[in-house]
């Protein structure tokens, strides 16, 4: 219960520091970006709307949960706030809990935001419905709450810089991978193939949640691995939270 206190006053802390003012900026870039396309392309502007407001979905909430999150605790050190909180009633558990539930709320707004406007641009422009588009905007709010999560980590261990830095690493390096692995040099390469192998299983699988082209080109994907997608995903989050919460108790804030 006092997490989720924690949690609404960091999301009207963001509210009033008009972070969503980037959400108007993208909604404006979809419009123009939608009537540009349904000028020049033929066949298919519907689809190039949607697939606009996928990436404006993703990078923005990619942005918000890395620059956000590395300030999200420390900058509550520095200002001394930290420890009028902890001061009260309240765990460091409940308050990292808290800030963590209070920025993902921004990236969930964010998304539904962004989301509606480039389904609406969509449909009026002839799109069909698929079911496969609400577990689109699902996954990329689970993989920007990893990616939050992977940051508040660093952030905990590293400076804020470092933070980034390493965080930008890791999701390239996830994406990399993924790619590397499916070429036919890495194929017919044992060692190679197991040594991506392992990278693969100690950095998150964030290809797992990448299913726009499933929607974009009409490819069928079968429900068992949207259901590990999920699975998956907040099996990560669980995990990596824990790590924060262990790592936060034991951080000598003096």
């Known amino acids: 219960m006092k997490s989720f206190t924690i949690a609404k006053y960091t999301f009207s ?15 404006l870039g ?13 066949g298919v502007p519907n689809k190039i709307a949607l ?3 996928f990436g404006a979905a993703s990078i923005s909430t990619l942005l918000i949960s890395i620059f956000l999150g ?19 009633p309240i765990s460091r558990a409940e308050f990292i809990v808290g800030k963590t539930l209070g920025l993902v709320g921004i990236v969930f707004l964010n998304t539904v935001i962004l989301g509606s406007v480039s389904l609406s641009l969509y449909f009026l422009m ?35 810089v470092l933070a980034v830095v390493n965080t930008l690493v890791i999701y390239i390096s996830s994406y990399a991978i993924y790619e590397v692995s499916h070429t036919t040099f890495v194929e017919n390469n044992i060692l190679f193939k197991k040594v991506l192998s392992v990278g693969s299983y100690i950095l998150p ?25 999920i699975l998956y995903g907040l099996s ?17 804030l003096d």
Do not use: H
Not at 34 to 39: C, F, L, N, R
Not at 236 to 252: H, S
């Open 13 to 27: 802390e963001f509210l009033q520091s008009k972070i969503l003012y980037n959400v108007f900026f993208l909604s």
């Open 205 to 229: 699988g964030l290809s797992n949640f990448n299913i726009k082209d499933y929607v974009l080109y009409e490819k069928i994907i079968a429900l068992p691995n949207l259901g590990y997608g």
């Open 126 to 160: 002839g799109g069909a419905w698929s079911y496969l588009i609400p577990f689109v905007f699902f996954f990329i709010v689970l993989e920007a709450i990893i990616v939050l999560l992977v940051v508040i980590l660093f952030s905990l261990v590293t400076s804020t």
């Open 51 to 53: 697939d606009f407001g």
């Open 236 to 252: 990560y989050i669980m995990f990596l939270l824990l790590l924060c919460v262990t790592i936060f108790n034991q951080k000598n």
């Open 30 to 42: 979809l419009f123009v970006l939608t009537y540009v396309a349904s000028e020049f392309t033929y």
């Open 70 to 88: 590395a300030n999200l605790i420390v900058r509550e050190v520095e200002n001394r706030t930290l420890y009028m909180i902890l001061s009260r």
